[in-house]
C-alpha cells in the first residue's frame, strides 16, 4: 500500500510517500529515522499489525519548509531519507 503524507496548496503539492509493502522488508535497519535532520518520521503499527515508517502528524503541514533543508537549495544532491531507505519505500513529490 502506498501511504501519502502531506498537502496541497497555493504553491504546489508536497508529499512523501511511502510504500509500506517495501517498508515492512527493512524492519531491522530504519535508517530513515536516523537520516532525517528534521525527524520526520516515527514508527507505527499499522491496520495489518506491521510495523511502517510513517510521516509524524505535527510535520505533515510543513513538508515544504521542513524538507526544504534536504533539497538541492540546500546543498544536497539526493535526499538523506530517500538514500538511507533502501527498499527505496519513500519519495517526494516536489
Known amino acids: 500500500m502506498i501511504a501519502n503524507y502531506g498537502y496541497k496548496d497555493g504553491s504546489g503539492e508536497y508529499y512523501i510517500s511511502i510504500d509500506t509493502d517495501k517498508c515492512i522488508d527493512c524492519a531491522a535497519e530504519r535508517a530513515c ?4 535532520p528534521q525527524q520526520m518520521f516515527e ?3 499499522d491496520d495489518y499489525d506491521d510495523e511502517v515508517a510513517w ?3 505535527e510535520k505533515t ?5 521542513d524538507c526544504a533543508a534536504c533539497k538541492p537549495a540546500g546543498g544536497y544532491t ?3 531519507c ?3 531507505c533502501t527498499p527505496g519505500a519513500i519519495k517526494h513529490s516536489w
Open 33 to 36: 529515522l536516523k537520516a532525517c
Open 43 to 45: 514508527i507505527i503499527t
Open 55 to 57: 510521516v509524524k502528524k
Open 61 to 65: 503541514r510543513a513538508l515544504a519548509y
Open 78 to 80: 539526493s535526499l538523506p
Open 82 to 84: 530517500t538514500t538511507a
